[in-house]
């Protein structure tokens, strides 16, 4: 799947159909010269995360949009030497979000690093991404240009027909 698709309801749907999916790398979009979200550890056990500098964040509410957040004391990153490093906040607090279902993300990360599936993974760039790329660019399907889901189905249909065509035809020939 492409990166767009990689989040937590999506895994969580997949993983409880029984189907693997693998889902490319992301990239973590920290502020540049701030931690990132894998150095702060997640302690299954107590619920809680620890800081790089071995402080705890301790669970305090979960937002309407499905994200649990993790709250660091004041008055420990008051104290902290690696404040700058860590958070902007007026009030010295750190907060930490995650998703009820980053467990199913967490499990989709395992997959992608498993020798079988990573195979699979690296025949992608060969084949589906080389074909969405050829519709983009020569048949305009950069952009939506017609109203309506019917009819856009109707033309994503015909293209990817024709492109299929054309692959085969190359094949035979």
Not at 32 to 52: A, I, N, R, S
Request: hydrophobic share 30%; net charge positive.
């Amino acid at each position: 799947m492409d990166s767009g698709y990689k989040t937590p309801a999506i895994a969580h749907q997949l993983l409880s159909d029984g189907v693997k999916p693998i889902f490319p790398y992301k990239r973590p979009m920290t502020k540049k010269g701030f931690f990132k979200k894998k150095e702060y550890v997640y302690d299954e056990y107590y619920d809680c995360y620890l800081c790089p500098s071995n402080k705890i964040l301790d669970y305090s509410t979960t937002n309407r949009i499905g994200y649990r957040e993790y709250k660091s004391k004041p008055s420990d990153c008051q104290a902290c030497s690696m404040i700058k490093l860590c958070t902007l906040s007026k009030n010295h607090q750190k907060v930490i979000t995650r998703h009820i279902w980053q467990d199913a993300l967490d499990e989709c990360e395992d997959i992608r690093h498993t020798y079988k599936w990573r195979a699979w993974y690296d025949l992608r760039k060969e084949t589906i991404e080389r074909i969405f790329g050829t519709a983009k660019e020569d048949h305009g399907l950069r952009y939506t240009n017609m109203c309506g889901r019917e009819k856009m189905a109707m033309k994503i249909g015909l293209t990817f027909a024709c492109l299929n065509m054309k692959k085969l035809a190359k094949l035979k020939g």
